[in-house]
């Protein structure tokens, strides 16, 4: 569809549905809206929206409302090696620097921090535009609203698209062979950074301009994958090759790829000193510097005995232990004595504990949980003398009782969910479930970053047998059409795009989105490294929920190959979560903690004895029950008070 002849609600929707690194398509963005339209807007404590500052067309404004004034926030925009091929933008604002406006507000948000320490200002609820930003443009009362413009092409939205496409921070993405054709750098490149002063709250805007101290390592640059649009996009000089023979050559480039650390390309300025012999001044430093780290180009490097060398190496052989123990779990949700599965007495105190906790409460406990799960520095491996978290052990042979780990919790976590909903007694009580397990699904993403917890309610919520519940979903969107709206219009497009690796990760991730990855390997865990059957494992479930293609599967298995570099970050917000956890309250509840672990799962659904059998035993026959209830119901008509 045309965008230019759309209605003024299309070209809105239109919009919102542009790629979410584009910031026109987050509602909180208005545009060159004034100082005095933003305020009039903003009418509660913690409301905010982003705008274009007036003064300076190249950086952004963050408007919001605390403690009953009206504050404005510069966007800090630094600008890391300008007029280079590596140019890229982030933004802050005292903190730390993300890489778009919109994961500096996600993060803001999610954590609460405050903006400033000296405001104390905190954003939560975002004021969102009704009109499209070409309104803003096309209104005859320009003057009060938008800055002076002078390209009249903005009645376009399409030309309104490229406008904002090549603002400063909305570079256009390479593709991935561009990535890894600039994945090196110039040794000596120094880098110069752009930035402003801490904004203040009346909107004095000042700049300078700083530059950092050199740098002998090419490792801060492997993250500089976008381009500017303003910038030229022919690629740099190829390095020079050495004359020889062919077999000589392929030795040279091995050398090549051995020498440069933490990069998987051969192109790039650093390759060879001789290249730039004649026009570096300071090519003799260089050259110094250069062989201090690298070993001379002309020195052979003979692969075949490196090649033996690793085939010599001694495999260290690890035992890795399951974290679910059923042996050792004494329930304090379960009475003693009812072994049977689905006890309608545990079932009615867990129904209750979601009804009365609060889904913030409930999130915290939940990802009090995954985040043992994932982090935990328990697991001792015999021969190296050291610990590992189930993350960095999660993607190797050895991983794999964790990897099975991690389906079952799912598993069992999305059938929990699925029976909570089944087992009420009318539909208005189903809507009010579904809506409970949506707000803390809400809670676990946007606040703490569990895209592991997150997923698992996610499934849950979207299994066949509870989206069948037409009556159920009428009334949830009756009575909670926010909530409604927020699952099928934030929700799961997110989830979706997170099962299909095409989601960026937000900056607050405590635990990422793994299942993907993991079902992926867990395909290869079969006898001798090879393909499982379909009888041998119970993950075929969650397996034929999701979209495995070439793309989908090249995307998992790259970011699994990540994780455990980004550790530190996980790592690091999940310690911003846990003060914040003990900054809320008393020490956690241990009801609600075992509300949510896998070993009280199992003992419920299958009670005793169940819980003994072989996973795809109990799972095949608790899915069959549960598919007859959903049938059942599904064919029901709506209540009688229920009718509208």
């Known amino acids: 569809m045309d965008p230019s002849s759309m209605s003024s609600s299309g070209l809105l929707e239109w919009e919102f549905s542009l790629p979410s690194d584009q910031i026109i398509s987050h509602g909180w963005y208005h545009g060159a809206l004034s100082r005095t339209a933003a305020e009039t807007l903003l009418q509660q404590d913690r409301e905010f929206l982003v705008r274009d500052s007036s003064s300076q067309p190249d950086n952004y404004v963050l408007s919001c409302r605390s403690n009953g004034q009206h504050l404005h926030f510069v966007i800090q925009r630094i600008v890391v090696h ?57 209104n005859d009362d320009i003057s009060s609203v938008v800055s002076p413009v002078t390209d009249g092409s903005y009645g376009n939205p399409y030309s309104l698209y490229s406008h904002f496409a090549a603002k400063p921070g909305m570079q256009l993405r390479l593709p991935f062979k561009k990535q890894r054709s600039h994945s090196l750098t110039p040794i000596d490149m120094g880098q110069h950074v752009t930035h402003g002063k801490s904004a203040s709250a009346d909107g004095v805007i000042q700049s300078q301009t700083s530059k950092l101290g050199k740098s002998f390592c090419s490792d801060s640059y492997n993250n500089s994958n976008t381009w500017d649009a303003n910038l030229p996009t022919s690629p740099p000089a190829k390095p020079a090759r050495y004359d020889g023979p062919k077999a000589e050559e392929r030795r040279l480039e091995l050398q090549r790829l051995y020498q440069v650390s933490g990069s998987d390309s051969g192109n790039g300025s650093g390759d060879s000193t001789q290249s730039s012999a004649h026009s570096d001044p300071n090519k003799s430093r260089m050259e110094s510097d250069y062989n201090l780290v690298t070993p001379t180009i002309k020195q052979q490097f003979d692969y075949e005995l490196t090649e033996a060398k690793l085939l010599q190496t001694e495999n260290i052989d690890y035992v890795v232990e399951s974290r679910i123990n059923l042996e050792n779990f004494q329930s304090q949700i379960i009475p003693m004595g009812l072994t049977k599965p689905l006890e309608s007495e545990t079932l009615h105190t867990i129904k209750l504990l979601l009804r009365t906790s609060g889904p913030r409460i409930l999130s915290n406990h939940m990802t009090k949980v995954d985040l043992y799960f994932m982090f935990d520095n328990a697991i001792q491996i015999e021969g190296l003398d050291k610990t590992a978290s189930g993350l960095e052990l999660l993607f190797l042979p050895q991983g794999r009782p964790l990897r099975l780990d991690v389906i079952e919790r799912i598993e069992t976590f999305r059938l929990l969910i699925a029976v909570t909903i089944l087992t009420c007694q009318t539909d208005r009580q189903r809507a009010d479930t579904i809506n409970d397990w949506i707000l803390l699904a809400v809670e676990t993403k946007t606040a703490l970053g569990n895209l592991y917890g997150f997923s698992a309610i996610m499934f849950g919520l979207c299994m066949p047998q509870v989206e069948c519940l037409d009556n159920a979903w009428n009334i949830l969107r009756r009575v909670y059409t926010d909530n409604a709206f927020m699952f099928e219009a934030k929700l799961r497009p997110c989830f979706k795009s997170m099962n ?79 003060q914040e956890m003990s900054s809320l309250g008393p020490v956690l509840d241990p009801t609600l903690l075992e509300l949510f672990r896998t070993e009280f799962h199992i003992n419920f659904l299958w009670g005793e004895r169940g819980a003994l059998t072989t996973p795809n035993q109990r799972f095949a026959r608790l899915t069959d029950i549960l598919t007859a209830m959903a049938n059942k119901l599904a064919n029901q008509p709506p209540d009688a008070d229920d009718i509208v």
């Open 82 to 138: 300008p007029d280079t091929v590596y140019e890229r933008h982030q933004y802050q604002f005292e903190d730390e620097a993300y890489d778009t406006v919109a994961d500096l507000i996600t993060s803001y948000v999610g954590s609460g921090k405050p903006i400033s320490a000296a405001s104390g200002a905190r954003i939560q609820y975002p004021a969102n535009r009704v009109t499209p930003l070409t309104n803003y443009i096309q």
């Open 500 to 578: 299909e690796g095409t989601n960026p990760l937000p900056p607050n991730t405590t635990t990422p989105n793994i299942l993907p990855a993991v079902l992926c390997f867990h395909l290869f865990d079969g006898e001798g490294g090879g393909l499982l059957q379909p009888d041998d494992t119970f993950s075929f479930s969650l397996m034929n929920s999701l979209e495995f293609d070439f793309n989908a599967t090249a995307a998992h298995l790259d970011a699994a190959r990540h994780f455990p570099n980004q550790i530190d970050m996980f790592k690091r917000n999940a310690r911003t979560v846990v």
